[in-house]
């Protein structure tokens, strides 16, 4: 009696998949099969036999599947300010941006910038990527248009002469999560900027509204000793126990830097199951500091990884953030075995998905997950020979070495063509938008 095929959509064939699941398995030789939104099939293509009848097969040869990477902290729009502000601490970094940003942030700017973030994200293997800025409504809105998957939500903050612009309300922010809260690239969070740029009912509300709504609150945290100095002349206490006073620590909570913390705060953190993004470029860059990385992964905290905004690093590209993070720890620990290759390529993708709690939906390559894929070429120089394929992903990988990118089961690129943004264009009106910002 034979078997009638399955119809889908994809078959990925005859590479290595590195899954990512909880065994984290590498499977030689193997396939993916993508039918709609989801993945319904990965194993040894020996074993696919003719059980499917794909819409579009793709040989796969000298080629590596991986999750699609996780972007856990950013600014997308700051791409406008790229390399704009050099060689600066963080205050006068930030005074110089808030200064411009209030002449240069409109929609239109932002939505460029925004489009441009994606187009790099893409091009470096990132398939979903969390937001914190101005505009949040209309960077959604193109992210869904590029099939892109956002992370993102209102952002709460306080910041005098910035009123029209930021300072969002509980009724902005329920209709934000009413609009996109089934929009399937659409992942709804709670923002604030920092404890230092909010207040007390600010604080309050936030963590009703991520409460009520069940999402995840996101917020700066321990960035800079100038923060740490302020946030104590202002409250008394550590950014981190402002949050945990407000109820603000637990499963559902991200905070990004948090580069200066006591070991108190790293056991309150994994106590309360809090998740920390790391974005070592910016930390460097800005001399905000180095975080204990190492030491909050051996107290079992779970730790992704961010590029912050291109302002700061400055680029988007999250494989050279993760090659950075692991030689950072190595470095100030002295000890070569912290942040194994295998450890740091969780943070870029499963780690990062439990991070923004979708790791039900992406973060791995498992039947019934989101298809969000990204091939790699592991045919070129700096990738040849391959004894582990983490080691060549964390170490040698370069940009260019990615070849097709699907988010969501649809291929945002092919062979290195992008297919719903249209780069040139975007490229050129940001160089427009820029040629206004120098004369600011
Ligand atoms: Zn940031």
Request: proline share 3%; net charge negative.
């Amino acid at each position: 009696m034979s078997i009638q095929p399955i119809t889908i959509d994809y078959l990925f064939s005859g590479s290595i998949v590195v899954t990512m699941n909880p065994s984290c398995a590498i499977i030689e030789n193997g396939g993916v099969a993508v039918k709609g939104e989801k993945i319904v099939w990965v194993g040894e293509m020996a074993h696919a036999g003719s059980r499917f009848k794909a819409r579009q097969v793709l040989e796969m040869k000298d080629k590596v599947i991986i999750p699609g990477l996780i972007n856990a902290h950013g600014h997308w729009a700051m791409t406008l300010f790229r390399g704009m502000v050099e060689d600066c601490t963080l205050d006068k970094w930030l005074a110089k941006i808030w200064r411009v940003e209030a002449e240069a942030i409109s929609e239109e700017n932002v939505t460029a910038g925004s489009q441009l973030a994606m187009v790099e994200m893409i091009r470096s293997g990132t398939t979903c990527a969390a937001d914190m800025y101005w505009h949040y409504l209309p960077t959604t809105r193109i992210a869904q248009e590029a099939g892109f998957r956002i992370f993102s939500g209102p952002s709460f903050a306080d910041i005098q002469g910035f009123e029209d612009y930021r300072h969002t309300n509980e009724a902005i922010a329920i209709a934000y999560i009413d609009t996109f809260k089934n929009a399937p690239l659409v992942h709804c969070c709670i923002q604030a900027h920092s404890t230092y740029m909010t207040n007390a009912d600010i604080l309050n509300q936030v963590a009703k509204l991520s409460a009520d709504h069940n999402l995840v609150f996101v917020t700066h945290a321990s960035e800079s000793l100038w923060e740490i100095d302020l946030v104590d002349e202002k409250w008394g206490k550590t950014p981190i126990q402002v949050l945990d006073q407000f109820g603000l620590l637990g499963t559902h909570t991200l905070l990004a830097h948090c580069v200066h913390l006591s070991d108190d705060e790293i056991s309150r953190l994994a106590e309360t199951g809090t998740s920390v993004v790391h974005c070592p470029t910016s930390n460097l860059k800005l001399s905000s500091g180095i975080a204990r990385v190492a030491d909050l992964v051996e107290a079992g905290v779970n730790v992704a990884i961010g590029t912050d905004g291109a302002a700061s690093n400055n680029d988007l590209d999250l494989f050279s953030e993760a090659q950075l993070a692991a030689l950072m720890q190595k470095g100030v620990s002295g000890d070569p075995t912290v942040l194994p290759t295998q450890k740091v390529f969780a943070m870029l993708t499963i780690d990062g998905a439990r991070a923004l709690g979708i790791a039900d939906k992406i973060g791995s390559i498992e039947v019934g997950k989101l298809a969000d894929l990204v091939v790699v070429d592991f045919s070129t120089a700096n990738l040849t020979p391959c004894y582990d394929p983490y080691a060549n992903l964390i170490y040698a990988l370069s940009a260019a070495d990615i070849t097709h990118v699907m988010i969501n089961g649809q291929m945002v690129m092919k062979d290195r063509e992008l297919r719903t943004l249209d780069e040139e264009a975007i490229k050129a009106k940001v160089r427009k938008i820029a040629e206004d910002i120098r004369g600011m």
